[in-house]
């Protein structure tokens, strides 16, 4: 499984922006796949996960302004950013976790090289 995002961008704030996350290997279909962020000097945190199933968990912070969903038959899982605020300024990750969904880092076996999204005016 190997994992590349885009989408990343300079936004102002109350803006939306969408974020692509396109996986590639035989056994994509299966995998949970994670979106995680890390702004400077933070730890990386868990923003949302979608599974097979297109079942969504997410966290406190982003509840009700993000949306992930994913097309499998084009191999790709958004995530859809509305509202935006200048916390949420960070690099954006997704990773993939056998299975099952967790917000935790705990298990992730892929990880893409990041994308960055900017909030400010």
């Known amino acids: 499984l190997q994992l590349v995002e885009s989408g990343g961008a300079l936004v102002q704030p109350g803006g939306s922006l969408r974020l692509s996350c396109v996986g590639s290997?035989?056994?994509?279909?299966?995998?949970?796949i994670g979106w995680f962020r890390q702004a400077p000097g933070k730890e990386r945190e868990g923003v949302s996960c979608?599974?097979?199933?297109?079942?969504?968990i997410y966290g406190d912070s982003v509840k009700g302004r993000f949306t992930t969903s994913r097309d499998n038959a084009k191999n790709t899982v958004y995530l859809q950013m509305d509202s935006l605020k200048p916390e949420d300024t960070a690099v954006y990750y997704c990773?993939?976790?056998?299975?099952?969904?967790?917000?935790?880092?705990?298990?992730?076996?892929?990880w893409g090289q990041g994308t960055q999204v900017t909030v400010s005016s």
């Open positions: 290997g035989p056994t994509w279909n299966v995998y949970a």
């Open positions: 990773a993939g976790r056998w299975l099952a969904c967790d917000l935790s880092r705990r298990d992730y076996e892929v």
């Open positions: 979608i599974n097979k199933f297109s079942n969504t």
